[in-house]
């Protein structure tokens, strides 16, 4: 490791910790006040009081934390994996846990075994023997697969293409009239699976090897698939692998603590000298803190009456109790209102389903996932394409995001197509 790499890392140490102090005064001069936290403050009977007592032991944890992953060794991957986990899943949990009185520790503590699982998996050498392919032919099948598997899309949604989606006008009766019409198991999953992680795994072999038709074809194939649905998201894939393919992952990590610091940042003095909540709402509340208050509502509802993951395998331990999704559930319990989806992570989908032991049980297999992708030695040029699974465990179960959102399919590719990429293209 060289001593630009341990000036970095060090410098990521004390960012976070800025960072998490920022997030604290964030929440006590914004967040708190907002509609939805007012909301759940009345529906579930929350208190919202900062205990110094509370701050003290949650920083104490961060930076042992913080100092943890400055100090072990390991690859970049679960270098970035273990700080974003730290940034979005343990400081935002630590916050709540330190200002609201009458909060679960539990929820605290599920967080930390989160980290601390995926730390210490991620430690554990697991042997891998599979054939690498070469780069030409693993891009070579990267393209086939994509064109392949657009054509169904093609037959099915190729009559209904509405090209003033482009102009994002019609989006919403483009979804209805899509959705009415067309109802395929196949399109169904692999829409996802060709917008989060084969168009744009195949985005960066065209980058690396500079083929402007590569490029050209996954973004026409990106705005394609964004006419099927009229999903914006879709977008979200090219934009994100752009911005990720540059630099190794300690710099790219070095890159997301800064910008959470500006943001966050600007969101204090926004709200508390202008009086504007625009940043806070349409940033660190929906991706941080959001996620933590539903943690919350989930552990009040769900608390010795777990789902026994009925709604995702129906019948194989109990049958699916409600009429409903779960994140309707919750939103119309908490929020009056069943329009309310209150989807969440990983953490409360593990308690939703069978208490800690389902917590326990989601942070194994999401340290396991990343431990294998760790020593796959992945070039950090496709981070963007990892990146995107894992927002999605934010605000997304398990089951979903490794079937429904690629995680499965990703892994796959990681496996026959990515592995040992980062000594071949630098």
């Known amino acids: 490791m060289t001593i630009g790499v341990d000036k970095i890392k060090f410098q990521n140490f004390l960012l976070a910790i800025a960072l998490f102090v920022v997030l604290q005064l964030c929440f006590s001069f914004t967040i708190q006040y907002l509609y939805v936290f007012k909301i759940a403050e009345i529906s579930i009977g929350i208190s919202y009081k900062f ?50 009185a009458n909060i679960d520790a539990r929820i605290f503590l599920s967080h930390i075994l989160l980290l601390g699982i995926i730390l210490l998996i991620g430690k554990i050498k697991i042997k891998i023997s599979t054939k690498t392919l070469g780069l030409n032919q693993s891009k070579k099948t990267l393209f086939y697969t994509v064109l392949i598997g657009l054509i169904p899309f093609l037959i099915l949604y190729g009559p ?15 979804r209805e009239l899509l959705s009415a019409k067309i109802n395929n198991l196949y399109t169904n999953y692999s829409y996802s699976w060709l917008n989060k992680v084969l168009i744009p ?172 992708i760790n020593q796959l030695n992945i070039s950090s040029k496709f981070y963007g394409v990892f990146f995107l699974l894992f927002f999605s465990l934010i605000s997304s179960s398990l089951p979903t995001v490794l079937l429904t959102h690629g995680g499965f399919i990703l892994i796959l590719v990681s496996f026959g197509l990515l592995k040992g990429t980062d000594k071949k293209m630098v």
């Open 201 to 372: 795994a195949l985005l960066v072999f065209g980058l690396f090897f500079k083929e402007r038709f590569l490029i050209i074809f996954t973004s026409i194939a990106l705005i394609f698939l964004f006419l099927c649905g009229a999903h914006k998201a879709v977008f979200i894939g090219l934009i994100i692998v752009l911005i990720l393919y540059k630099f190794d992952y300690i710099k790219k990590t070095n890159y997301f603590i800064k910008i959470l610091l500006i943001i966050s940042a600007l969101s204090l003095v926004s709200s508390v000298f202008f009086n504007n909540d625009f940043i806070a709402v349409h940033t660190i509340r929906r991706t941080m803190f959001l996620p933590a208050l539903l943690d919350i509502l989930y552990f009040d509802f769900f608390n010795g009456n777990p789902l026994l993951w009925s709604e995702s395998f129906p019948g194989i331990f109990k049958n699916y109790p409600y009429d409903y999704s779960h994140s309707y559930i919750i939103g119309e319990k908490y929020f009056n209102s069943i329009e309310w989806g209150a989807n969440n992570g990983i953490i409360s989908e593990g308690f939703m389903n069978f208490g800690i032991y389902g917590v326990l049980i989601n942070s194994i297999i999401i340290g396991l996932y990343f431990s294998i």
């Open 51 to 100: 205990s110094w007592l509370k701050f003290l032991g949650s920083l104490l944890i961060i930076i042992m934390f913080c100092s943890i992953i400055l100090a072990i060794r390991m690859k970049g991957f679960l270098y970035i994996q273990s700080s974003l986990i730290l940034l979005f899943f343990v400081f935002p949990s630590a916050i709540l846990y330190t200002n609201v």
């Open 160 to 174: 209904h293409i509405n090209l003033d989606n482009l102009l994002l006008k019609d989006i919403y009766e483009t």
